[in-house]
């Protein structure tokens, strides 16, 4: 491991931009119990961009509003503040996250179509759990995989050593550690802390590969990992479910998941991930960065 690249790394992932303001500003604001309708109306506004998108997704087939959506207010009434921070979170980062990222072999717009099937898969699988808030896990399956925006050049400039070592069956984030003394994972977890994330967002991110780590640990970190297992990029029909052999046997008995009903759930989400993705054009505050 070469430390100077370390260096590098660390380096770009102080410089990677933060949020767009009117994003984190309307974020901060639905963590307050006391903010209305009208203070997230009235701050969107001056976003036209952001607003633009904020409706699409709204009207999207994923959020099952039957009469079409008009205005900001009109949809915070009929979603609610939890679902009003997935649109929002959601419509800020679209523009980042659909950016090609080198050295992952992902395409234009790839990684966010990824990112929005592992949150609602994991989502749908926290539903079937019964877990009390399975909204919560939305977040940190949208930004599972940020850290790639980072990484994605010096894995394309070691892309042969890396190759190599994964060749020889060593797991992406061990052969990325070996080779650039971090992983995907590890430099996604410091961007959300450095986005104000609370720990427990950052904490599933950095562990989104590790069953290790997340032995014994929560569901929602297990779910995750689930989700993300299932969601892998398979040819022209992505997202399409991984094989339900590649699951891990403990993980699958630990969570008591037939492999019919994610199938199931990955068929849904696929439907609605085509639909969002219909509905979003990346032009709000983060293309112009």
């Known amino acids: ?25 309307i974020l901060a604001l639905l963590e307050e119990p006391k903010t209305s309708a009208d203070e997230i109306e009235k701050i969107l506004k001056y976003d ?26 009109q949809a915070i009434v009929l979603l609610g503040f939890k679902r009003l921070k997935q649109i929002v979170l959601a419509t800020c980062t679209s523009d980042v996250m659909g950016k090609a990222v080198p050295g992952y072999d992902l395409q234009s717009g790839e990684l966010w179509r990824h990112s929005i099937a592992v949150s609602n ?52 984030v061990v052969a990325e550690n070996m080779v650039l003394g971090t992983d995907h994972a590890e430099i996604g977890a410091q961007i959300l802390a450095q986005w104000s994330f609370p720990p427990i967002v950052v904490n599933a991110v950095r562990v989104h590969h590790n069953l290790e780590l997340l032995h014994n640990k929560n569901m929602q970190n297990d779910l995750l990992y689930l989700a993300n297992i299932f969601c892998q990029k398979n040819g022209e029909s992505f997202p399409k479910a991984a094989n339900s052999g590649s699951i891990n ?26 639909d969002i993705s219909a509905k979003l054009t990346f032009d709000s505050e983060y293309a112009k960065n």
Do not use: C
Not at 48 to 73: M, R
Not at 135 to 161: A, C, Q, R, S, Y
């Open 249 to 274: 046997p403990a993980l699958k008995e630990r969570l008591g998941i037939e492999p019919d009903k994610l199938e199931s759930i990955s068929n849904q989400i696929a439907k609605l991930v085509d």
């Open 48 to 73: 036209p961009g952001l607003t633009e998108n904020f409706l699409k997704l709204a009207n999207s087939t994923y959020f099952g509003i039957p009469s079409k959506v008009t205005s900001v207010k």
């Open 121 to 172: 898969v994991a989502v749908a699988l926290a539903k079937y759990k019964n877990l009390t808030e399975p909204n919560d896990i939305f977040t940190p399956g949208l930004l599972h995989d940020i850290g790639k925006l980072v990484l994605g050049w010096f894995v394309k400039e070691h892309f042969k050593v890396i190759n190599q070592l994964r060749s020889n069956g060593i797991h992406l």
């Open 1 to 25: 491991m070469n430390n100077s690249l370390l260096g590098e790394i660390l380096l770009k992932l102080e410089s990677f931009p933060g949020l767009p303001k009117t994003g984190a500003k």
